[in-house]
């Protein structure tokens, strides 16, 4: 049975309905339509959006200069396996927008908001991305030590990609349905500041936790004690809490105009 997506209308406005869209994130967001026809002027996604939602297939593939063997995320990789992810989510944010384009009127606006890479910041640079490579570094260790089976490691990515908002720009160029209308980097508020080290690090592990644990459960099943595994993260964390939290970040908000077609 396939779950719909969730919806709330917030405006009872008889030409303008703006709703909050969430797809359930097993569907896999650029991949497949909320909805079968066209509905909506003014959606608004506010799901976390990353833009890629597959796994490169190069990045599992032995045989390939992008094979990521030893890590399960990409922005400390290789120059293949970056291009290999950045390629992964031109594709699939083209699908994301041409579903998008079939479900929107014409002349109707879409507003999406995504944490973003700053452009020209190289992925490793970023903060989410270091939450990532931390986590990864971790079943890297348990396959040194014969705690889980290297090969599971090798072959475990996780599915997201953090893009930068010029990729957002040219993607849509290319997609050729929507004109951005405007595109803002939102005020990022300084929450926590009387937390200790020890704190921050613990409310970024539950974050993490909450995002990857059924990505990692699936994978490795019961060969990964998940609460002994998040305990070394958020202790990673902590070391390395003032030079996490000093690296950069974005979160952008987007509003594109569906165009008329003729």
């Excluded at 060969?223 to 939290?245: A, G, H, N, T």
Aim: charged share 20%; aromatic share 8%; proline share 7%.
């Amino acid at each position: 049975m396939t779950t719909p997506p969730m919806t709330s209308t917030l405006s009872s406005h008889p030409f303008l309905p703006i709703s909050v869209i969430t797809p359930p994130a097993s569907r896999g967001l650029s991949t497949l339509a909320c909805f079968p026809v066209t509905l909506f002027m003014l959606p608004i996604y506010l799901t976390p959006f990353t833009g890629s939602q597959r796994v490169p297939k190069e990045v599992v593939d032995r045989s390939s200069p992008a094979w990521n063997k030893g890590r399960i995320y990409y922005s400390s990789a290789s120059d293949e396996v970056i291009e290999a992810y950045s390629a992964q989510f031109a594709e699939d944010m083209a699908q994301f927008l041409q579903a998008r384009a079939e479900e929107i009127a014409d002349g109707g606006l879409m507003i999406i908001t995504f944490p973003a890479r700053p452009d020209g910041i190289p992925h490793s640079q970023v903060s989410t991305n270091i939450f990532f490579r931390h986590v990864g570094s971790l079943p890297h260790r348990h396959g040194q030590k014969g705690m889980v089976s290297q090969e599971k490691v090798d072959l475990f990515n996780l599915p997201m990609y953090y893009m930068s908002p010029k990729e957002v720009e040219e993607a849509t160029q290319r997609n050729g349905c929507f004109s951005i209308e405007k595109m803002e980097i939102l005020p990022h508020p300084r929450t926590g500041q009387s937390l200790t080290a020890q704190q921050k690090a613990q409310v970024i592990s539950f974050h993490i936790r909450a995002i990857t644990e059924g990505l990692i459960k699936e994978h490795f099943g019961d060969e990964i004690r998940l609460d002994q595994l998040f305990d070394s993260y958020s202790k990673k964390l902590e070391d390395e809490i003032s030079v996490i939290l000093s690296a950069k970040t974005q979160h952008c908000c987007a509003v594109l105009k569906r165009k008329t077609v003729n």
